[in-house]
C-alpha cells in the first residue's frame, strides 16, 4: 500500500540524502529520544489521517496502522546509530517534514 509505492521509495531515497544530519550529536540534555520523537510523531500523524477520514473502514486502519509501524521500523534500521541519542533541533525539524511527506502518501492511498 503506502510502504511498497514509489513515492515511499523516494521518500527512503530523500532521507538517505540527508542522512549526515544524524552525524551531530545533540549537546543538550533531554528526555527524549529520536525513537520517541519519531513514534510520537508517526502516532500523531496516523491520528490525524483518521480524525480526517472518520468514515474509513475497520480493516483500512487496521492495514494504516501496520503501515506506520513498518514506517517506523525503516527508520529504526536506517538510524540505527543515533536511535537512542537526544535529537538536535535540526534533526527534529527534519523528522517533521520527513513525517509529514510520510503522511501525505496515507491521505493519497485513502483517496484511492
Known amino acids: 500500500m503506502v510502504v511498497e509505492s514509489e513515492g515511499y521509495l523516494a ?17 543538550d540534555t533531554c528526555t527524549e529520544t529520536v525513537e520517541d ?10 491520528m490525524v489521517v483518521f480524525s480526517q477520514n472518520p468514515d474509513i473502514e475497520q480493516d483500512l486502519r487496521f492495514k494504516l496502522m501496520q503501515e506506520a509501524d513498518a514506517v517506523v521500523e525503516d527508520l529504526s534500521e536506517v538510524l540505527a546509530g543515533a536511535w537512542t541519542r537526544c535529537p ?3 534533526q527534529i525539524t527534519f523528522l ?16 484511492q
Do not use: P
Request: proline share 0%; charged share 20%; aromatic share 10%.
Open 11 to 27: 521518500l527512503i531515497e530523500y532521507f538517505t540524502e540527508h542522512l549526515s544530519l544524524f552525524e551531530n550529536v545533540s549537546t
Open 37 to 46: 520523537v519519531v513514534t510520537d510523531m508517526v502516532a500523531s500523524n496516523l
Open 88 to 90: 538536535t533541533n535540526e
Open 96 to 111: 517533521e517534514d520527513y513525517v509529514g511527506l510520510v503522511k501525505n502518501l496515507f491521505d493519497s492511498a485513502i483517496s
